[in-house]
């Protein structure tokens, strides 16, 4: 059997002149993604991508790995025959057998591309499905509320059957959008970050914070590890290491308490911006959350995102806690996410941070540091 997995392109479809492009790049994707299962011939035609292995192929890995690429709106895999009627019922019964004992009523639901296919699609549908019915007399036809959708495709190079698709990750393919830098803390917002902007087709590279020896090796590799499982969406991604112990120290000792957090994030900003820069990115994605901790009143973020003049993206912005723990469940960072290990933003929190520090206030305790100098040492230190 012609076992081949077709990926249906998303948003790509909505593109103009560009439209190649954005189609070479999930193209890319597909390719770098589909390496760990086997050797697979991959070629677009009509807002589709197909998949087509030509070793013995790992299918549902691969199948799994391919919802998770973004610029796919579904995901199916099928079975490849003969653009001949007979050979498609054959294929319908063979390829889908399982899936036939298992219900009780069916409807076959065609679509004709290739104009030169001599049946309509309703034809072929109604063909179909009667030749099923006859070969497996259990199988009642329903047309309203059937337990198995059984597509049959009529494409330029064959016939294609299979049953329900599964939803695509969506989005654009990563690459097409260019670089930024994401702040990778270990908690559950940030992964969920990243992954919204990786899924806008904006290729990541994300930086963290570690400060030894107030937090350990295990919150380090904690970070590493949200990076990896981030990767089957967001592509091989490199997480730069920058040790923030001595800032976060020289900031503790000549800064006011309540302000303690909000210059921070301005040294990380300002760091994070530099390594963008270098690295020819256009913005920095944080988790952010709009009143969810002292540090995240519209005013901190204010006074935090002064620091730089690069965009500062917080697509959680709006969402509310439950909604971003739902993300990271289907995306599957939540489990590492909730490992105990602290982070070093945690170990320096203030008792009572201020919700609502005044620019002026915070320019004036950052001038007891000589900031530049602390940010360089940082840079020196990146792992
Ligand atoms: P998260 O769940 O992502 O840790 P949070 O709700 O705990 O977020 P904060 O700890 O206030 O929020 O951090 C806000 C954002 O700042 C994080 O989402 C992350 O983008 C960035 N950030 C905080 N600490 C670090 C760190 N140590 N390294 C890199 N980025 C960090
Ligand atoms: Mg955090």
């Not at 803390?185 to 917002?189: H, K, L, V």
């Given at each position: 059997m012609n076992d081949i997995i077709l990926l249906k392109q998303g948003e790509?479809?909505?593109?103009?002149?560009?439209r190649r492009e954005f189609e070479n790049k999930l193209i890319e994707n597909v390719k770098r993604r589909l390496k760990p299962f086997g050797t697979f011939k991959v070629y677009s035609i009509q807002s589709t991508v197909y998949v087509e292995p030509l070793s013995d192929c790992d299918m549902d890995a691969a199948l799994e790995a391919m919802s998770r690429v973004?610029?796919?709106?579904s995901v199916t895999r099928a079975a490849a025959c003969e653009k001949d009627k007979d050979a498609i019922v054959k294929t319908a019964a063979e390829y889908l057998s399982a899936e036939i004992n298992a219900a009780k009523s069916f409807k076959v639901e065609s679509k004709r591309s290739d104009k030169r296919f001599p049946m309509n699609s309703i034809e072929l549908s109604q063909y179909t499905g009667g030749q099923l019915h006859d070969l497996i007399p259990h199988l009642k036809p329903d047309?309203?509320?059937?337990e198995l959708t059984i597509h049959v495709e009529i494409r330029d190079l064959a016939a294609y059957v299979h049953g329900p698709a599964l939803p695509g990750a969506g989005g654009?393919?990563?690459?097409t959008g260019g670089r930024m830098v994401t702040l990778l803390?270990?908690?559950?917002?940030s992964p969920v970050a990243s992954h919204m902007i990786a899924k806008r087709g904006i290729a990541l590279i994300p930086i963290h914070f570690y400060s030894h020896p107030y937090t350990s090796v295990m919150a380090k590799d904690k970070v590493l590890k949200l990076a990896e499982l981030l990767t089957a969406y967001c592509g091989r991604m490199n997480v730069v290491l920058v040790p923030f112990t001595k800032i976060s120290e020289q900031i503790r000792e000549n800064c006011t308490e309540g302000l303690i957090t909000v210059i921070m994030r301005r040294f990380m900003l300002r760091i994070a911006e530099r390594i963008a820069s270098d690295n020819r990115c256009s913005a920095i994605v944080t988790g952010d959350n709009l009143g969810?901790?002292?540090?995240?009143t519209a005013e901190a973020l204010a006074v935090v995102e002064e620091s730089v003049s690069m965009p500062v993206f917080r697509p959680l912005i709006a969402f509310d806690k439950n909604e971003i723990v739902n993300i990271a469940y289907k995306i599957g960072t939540y489990e590492t996410s909730i490992l105990p290990y602290e982070d070093c933003c945690t170990v320096f929190t203030p008792k009572r941070p201020k919700t609502k520090p005044k620019l002026d206030e915070v320019l004036e305790a950052e001038a007891k540091l000589d900031v530049e100098a602390l940010i360089d040492e940082a840079m020196k230190g990146i792992l």
């Open positions: 790509i479809v909505l593109k103009g002149l560009n973004f610029g796919a709106l047309m309203h509320d059937p654009l393919p990563v690459g803390s270990g908690g559950i917002d969810q901790v002292a540090s995240q």
